[in-house]
């Protein structure tokens, strides 16, 4: 789908039915951008496996009851939230910027952003496994002890850059608030968790991939 805008209606720009099968590639400035907010739905027993590159998607990803993969490529960009997505790979240049609380299976970071994007109301990224190396940007208001959080249930590994901006109210009560949250991680060689380094506007934040990142 070189160069092409898809737009839809009612329903989701990209609709795979039950049994279904489709390889879309996305490139050349294509893009997707539906009235409904809904760009890929998977429906039970169907199977998606979607490429941005050198284009934008603006929309959700939902899977209900069949298999969605997603990647993203140089220039790629995802504008909105997933939901059941069983795999998201973000390549260096692709840039995923969540619209709401999402979940995805494997998140898989190759030098790739993902922007969690939470202004007024604070977004959650759960996903059930973390791998390789990327740049998670997050927002916090520590004044009102609400923020961002990425939430893995499973296994982290990896180096991620961690980037934490604060609303900058003043704090009249410090507490200290967790942006990332880890489940227990079974050993693996030769790096058995997640290496997390912050580059943050907050007054500071610690913690390792087994405790989660606290910021105060």
């Known amino acids: 789908m070189a160069g ?16 279904a099968k489709a390889a879309i590639a996305l490139s050349r400035n294509a893009s997707v951008n539906p009235a409904s907010g809904v760009a890929l739905l998977t429906g039970a ?6 490429t941005v590159e050198n284009a934008a998607v603006n929309g959700r990803a939902v899977n209900q009851g069949g298999t969605s993969r997603i990647a993203l490529g140089a220039n790629g960009v995802w504008r909105g939230g997933m939901s059941g997505v069983d795999s998201l790979t973000v390549n260096a ?8 609380s999402s979940d995805v299976g494997q998140l898989a970071m190759n030098g790739g952003t993902v922007n969690l994007n939470g202004g007024s109301q604070a977004h ?9 190396h990327g740049n998670f940007l997050l927002k916090t208001d520590l004044a009102g002890h609400a923020g961002d959080q990425l939430a893995v249930s499973g296994l982290a590994t990896g180096s991620h850059v961690l980037t934490v901006a604060d609303t900058g109210r003043a704090v009249a009560d410090p507490k200290s608030l967790q942006v990332v949250r880890t489940g227990a991680a079974t050993p693996v060689s030769p790096w058995p968790t997640a290496r997390w380094i912050w580059a943050s506007t907050v007054i500071g934040c610690s913690g390792t991939a087994s405790t989660g990142i606290w910021c105060r």
């Open 124 to 132: 959650v990224l759960s996903a059930r496994t973390l791998s390789g």
């Open 45 to 50: 027993g169907s199977e998606a496996s979607v």
């Open 93 to 100: 240049g692709g840039l995923w910027a969540l619209d709401g």
């Open 4 to 19: 092409t805008q898809v737009v839809s209606g009612d329903g989701a720009a990209i609709r795979l039915g039950r049994g």
